[in-house]
């Protein structure tokens, strides 16, 4: 079984950083396809930024500019880079990430995606 665990978010003053950590642990054959969505009190969960499954990123217009995405493969993990944080900028983020699982000899596999518990942000005006 595969989980995603999020780490890193808290509070900060507008235009504030914070980086958000995601590790993928369990039996997992290959990542593809890894990023961040966000989800404000009342509204939609909506992507925030991504990797691709051929390595290019996707961002959301709002954080264009200010956030970046990273990866560090041997440790499985993802992270967001947030600069210059608004007040807008308050949800809980969340990982997400389409994972091929393997079994105890490593062979593929299942593949699904995943979501981690979330990490709540929160940005004083």
């Known amino acids: 079984q595969v989980q995603l665990v999020e780490s890193g978010g808290g509070l900060v003053q507008a235009g504030g950083s914070l980086r958000l950590s995601c590790v993928a642990s369990g039996t997992i054959f290959s990542i593809n396809a890894m990023g961040w969505y966000r989800q404000a009190p009342g509204k939609q969960r909506e992507l925030v930024a991504s990797f691709t499954s051929s390595g290019s990123t996707n961002y959301a217009d709002p954080v264009k500019g200010r956030f970046t995405i990273s990866r560090d493969n041997a440790k499985n993990t993802v992270y967001l880079q947030m600069n210059g944080l608004k007040p807008a900028g308050r949800a809980v983020y969340y990982c997400?990430?389409?994972?091929?699982?393997?079994?105890?000899?490593?062979?593929?596999?299942?593949?699904?995606?995943?979501w981690g518990q979330g990490t709540q942000v929160t940005v004083a005006s």
């Open positions: 997400n990430a389409d994972i091929k699982s393997s079994d105890v000899y490593g062979r593929c596999c299942t593949r699904r995606d995943y």
